[in-house]
């Protein structure tokens, strides 16, 4: 009998070194290749955080395993991350889970993870309902519905 996803999902956050918090934010990451050079960048999203790393479903597949990742809080503040890929997989609906491991966890990590949950909460907990509303706002303010 084969395993649903969400329960071996499940197991592996037993086996996990640090609590992860479910999330739902937008990422920006940036690949990089041994020598420096970028070679892909897009957009994820974060479905879990954890001191040690990030959960981050992808619409493509990430290549390299040196990365940077993005996101802005509620006030517009820019924050980033080193982070490499450990490991891209398929999901039965065509994206992909990217796991990724924080690079030297210090005050900059700690901070990602707290505007990242901050920013999570702030919107209620669900990225696209805001996406929606923010939409929805833009185009009634600009005589459109």
């Known amino acids: 009998m084969e395993k649903s996803s969400e329960s071996t999902h499940r197991l592996r956050d037993n086996r996990?070194?640090?609590h992860r918090v479910k999330t739902q934010?937008?990422?920006?990451?940036?690949?990089?290749?041994?020598?420096?050079?970028?070679?892909?960048?897009?957009?994820?999203?974060?479905?879990?955080v954890s001191?040690?790393?990030i959960l981050l479903e992808t619409p493509d597949p990430i290549e390299s395993g040196l990365l940077v990742l993005t996101a802005t809080d509620k006030d517009k503040n820019f924050v980033e991350v080193n982070s490499?890929?450990?490991y891209s997989k398929k999901?039965?609906?065509?994206?992909?889970f990217c796991g990724i491991e924080?690079?030297?966890?210090d005050e900059r990590v700690t901070n990602f993870i707290a505007k990242l949950i901050k920013e999570?909460?702030?919107r209620g907990?669900?990225?696209?309902i805001t996406l929606k509303k923010t939409l929805t706002g833009s185009i009634e303010n600009h005589g459109g519905g």
């Open 120 to 122: 999570y909460n702030f």
């Open 25 to 48: 934010n937008l990422i920006s990451y940036f690949s990089f290749d041994d020598s420096g050079k970028l070679i892909s960048h897009g957009l994820g999203i974060a479905l879990d």
């Open 102 to 105: 924080f690079i030297g966890i």
């Open 51 to 53: 001191k040690g790393g």
């Open 84 to 86: 490499k890929l450990i």
């Open 125 to 128: 907990n669900n990225l696209f």
């Open 91 to 96: 999901t039965s609906i065509g994206t992909y």
């Open 16 to 18: 996990r070194k640090y």
